[in-house]
T-cell receptor
């Protein structure tokens, strides 16, 4: 299957600072990427859909100014958690949509565990 | 209403036995896709199997098969010959629509533990 990477795999930051998480599709171009967050023992909740070259589409209840998404190229989307607080501590997972040929699949990155102290 | 319902928070299965993980879904869109993902303790989401709403046959991928009952709106995952490495969280998910903007909605997951 296709490969999607995330960096960093884990990060600890102090309250009030900003953290950037990268999501890359390594062997295909992804015009659409998705960002999810997952709290312990809970399911994945879609935060936003990242579209290359245009503004991200945020789900209801997700603060656009707090979770900045930039999809600057066909292989890279970034999520920046601004002015992070302890309640932002979570597991953030990205996925990339693969529509090469007849495919329409969604491949997930390995996730980034964010801890805000 | 919940789009995806997984009613089994936890399941145990003996090694080498088969196990069925339940999933029901709710949609009014005639075109949709159903997925199962495995999430081990490391956190990565591993794609297991896919079933399209128009597929006539149940999907199979190695030891995984999807028992698709469209009228009942259920898409249960069957794992045959369970292995210790199958212990993980399993998520059922649905994507609605074939064209344009699509997002995948996940269930709350089922924790499967394989007993030696």
């Amino acid at each position: 299957g296709a490969v999607v990477s995330q960096h960093p795999s884990w990060v600890i930051c102090k309250s009030g600072t900003s953290v950037k998480i990268e999501c890359r599709s390594l062997d295909f171009q992804a015009t659409t990427m998705f960002w999810y967050r997952q709290f312990p023992k809970q399911s994945l909740m879609l935060m936003a859909t990242s579209n290359e070259g245009s503004k991200a589409t945020y789900e209801q209840g997700v603060e656009k100014d707090k979770f900045l998404i930039n999809h600057a190229s066909l292989t890279l989307s970034t999520l920046t958690v601004t002015s992070a607080h302890p309640e932002d501590s979570s597991f953030y997972i990205c996925s990339a949509r693969d529509v090469r040929g007849t495919r329409d699949e969604q491949y997930f990155g390995p996730g980034t565990r964010l801890t805000v102290t | 209403a919940q789009k995806i319902t997984q009613t089994q928070p936890g399941m145990f299965v003996q090694e080498k036995e088969a196990v069925t993980l339940d999933c029901t879904y709710d949609t009014s869109d005639p075109s949709y896709g159903l997925f199962w993902y495995k999430q081990p303790s490391s956190g990565e989401m591993i794609f297991l199997i896919y079933q399209g709403s128009y597929d006539q046959q149940n999907a199979t991928e190695g030891r995984y098969s999807l028992n698709f009952q469209k009228a009942r709106k259920s898409a249960n995952l069957v794992i045959s010959a369970s292995q210790l490495g199958d212990s993980a969280m399993y998520f059922c998910a649905m994507r609605e629509g074939l064209e344009g903007y699509q997002k995948v909605t996940f269930g709350i997951g089922t924790k499967l533990q394989v007993i030696p």
